[in-house]
C-alpha cells in the first residue's frame, strides 16, 4: 500500500468516528431522556483525555487523541429527598470501542507501556465494542455530604454479569452487566438498554 493509499484509509476512518459517535451518543441521551436522570459527568478511562492548549501534544500518548475510545457516562437519579434514599442511584454507562483497549486489560496485557497499534494481539475481529453498565445504589439513607465519594468514587466498581454485591463497608450495593453495541444501535436499542437496566433494578430491590 503506498502513501497516498494509506492517507486515504486514515481520512475514512475519521469519517467513520464521527459517523459512529453520530449513532452511539444520541442513543445515550435518548436512554437519559426515557429514564428522567440527570446527567452527571463524563470520563476517559483507559486513556487521557486530550491535553489543553498550553500543554505540548508531543509527549502525550497518542492514543490521547483518540476521543470515546474507553469513555464514561454517569447519571444520577435522586428523590426530592434531602438524602440520598435505598431507591436512588447512579446509572454508569461506560463505552467501550475496542475491548482489546480497555482499561483493566490492557494494562494487564501492555502494562504501562503505550500499546504500538500496529502489534495490538487481538485484532478488530477478535476484539468487542460494548457498553458496560454499572448501578450503584445507597443500602440505607445517606446524608447528601460527600455522597458521591461515599457512593461511587470509594466503591469497587461490579464485575460485569455479576450478582449484587455490597461495596464500601456495605454502604453501596452494585451490579454490573454487558450490552452488545451491535444491540445498541438497533432503532429500539435504548428502549431494550433500559429493559435489561430494570431487570437489574428488581435485582438490586430499587423500586421506581
Not at 475510545?69 to 446509572?91: A, G
Not at 465494542?129 to 470509594?154: E, G
Request: hydrophobic share 35%; net charge negative.
Amino acid at each position: 500500500m503506498n502513501i497516498e493509499d494509506s492517507l486515504q484509509q486514515v481520512r475514512q476512518a475519521h469519517r467513520i468516528c464521527a459517523g459512529f459517535y453520530q449513532q452511539v451518543l444520541p442513543r445515550i441521551e435518548r436512554v437519559q431522556e426515557l429514564m428522567d436522570i440527570r446527567f452527571f459527568q463524563w470520563n476517559s478511562i483507559s486513556f487521557e483525555s486530550s491535553p489543553s492548549k498550553s500543554v505540548s501534544p508531543f509527549k502525550c500518548w497518542k492514543w490521547d487523541f483518540l476521543p470515546l475510545m474507553d469513555t464514561s457516562f454517569t447519571f444520577i437519579k435522586k428523590s426530592e429527598s434531602r438524602y440520598f434514599c435505598p431507591n436512588d442511584y447512579i446509572l454508569d454507562i461506560r463505552l467501550i470501542t475496542d475491548s482489546e483497549l480497555e482499561w483493566k486489560h490492557r494494562e494487564n496485557v501492555y502494562s504501562e507501556q503505550e500499546p504500538d497499534a500496529c502489534k495490538l494481539n487481538d485484532t478488530v475481529d477478535q476484539s468487542e465494542t460494548y457498553l458496560a453498565i454499572y448501578l450503584f445504589s445507597p443500602t440505607k439513607q445517606m446524608q447528601n455530604n460527600n455522597v458521591f465519594d461515599r457512593l461511587w468514587h470509594n466503591s469497587d466498581y461490579p464485575g460485569l454479569e455479576s450478582e449484587v454485591a455490597l461495596s464500601n463497608q456495605g454502604l453501596v450495593k452494585t451490579i454490573g452487566f454487558k450490552f452488545l453495541l451491535a444491540d445498541f444501535v438497533q432503532e429500539d436499542g435504548p428502549e431494550k438498554l433500559i429493559e435489561k437496566i430494570k431487570q437489574h433494578f428488581s435485582l438490586m430491590g430499587i423500586e421506581e
